[in-house]
């Protein structure tokens, strides 16, 4: 069993979003060697959140999280939200109110047929 910190936070402007994130990684290779990392959304109030996946057409959800298996995985996702940040920052100067901070401890447990499960636990 390995445990990933997780942060969460919570940010506000006419629209609130909470954003959590975390990682175990380096854990010593591919996804077989138990690393993870995790990225989420949830839309708190008034956010026009759509995710599409495989090709189809973006739909409405409520939140949406990510999980990536293995080291490489972490650093190529880390060098592409650097990338996004990069190009979202150089359409305009945004502002946003950090309201809360909160943590947790992931839990994930695998099986004899390689099927992981995830337990989490906030804390603030």
Same mark, same amino acid.
């Given at each position: 069993m390995?445990t ?7 940010? *506000?402007s006419?629209?609130i ?11 010593g ?6 690393g993870r990392t ?17 090709? *189809?057409?973006p739909? *409405? ?18 060098? @592409? ?8 920052? @150089?359409?305009g ?7 809360g901070?909160m ?7 695998g099986?004899?047929h390689?099927?992981?499960?995830f337990q989490?636990?906030l804390y603030?």
């Amino acid at each position: 069993m390995s445990t990933i910190p997780i942060s969460v936070t919570t940010f *506000e402007s006419l629209n609130i979003i909470t954003v959590h994130a975390g990682t175990n990684c380096p854990a010593g290779g591919d996804s077989g060697h138990g690393g993870r990392t995790i990225f989420g959304i949830t839309n708190n109030a008034s956010s026009d959140l759509r995710v599409g996946v495989n090709g *189809e057409p973006p739909t *409405e959800v409520n939140a949406v999280e990510i999980v990536l298996g293995g080291d490489t995985e972490c650093e190529t996702f880390i060098q @592409a939200l650097e990338h996004a940040l990069n190009v979202l920052k @150089a359409h305009g100067n945004y502002h946003l109110d950090i309201v809360g901070t909160m943590c947790c401890n992931v839990s994930i447990q695998g099986d004899s047929h390689g099927r992981r499960s995830f337990q989490s636990n906030l804390y603030r």
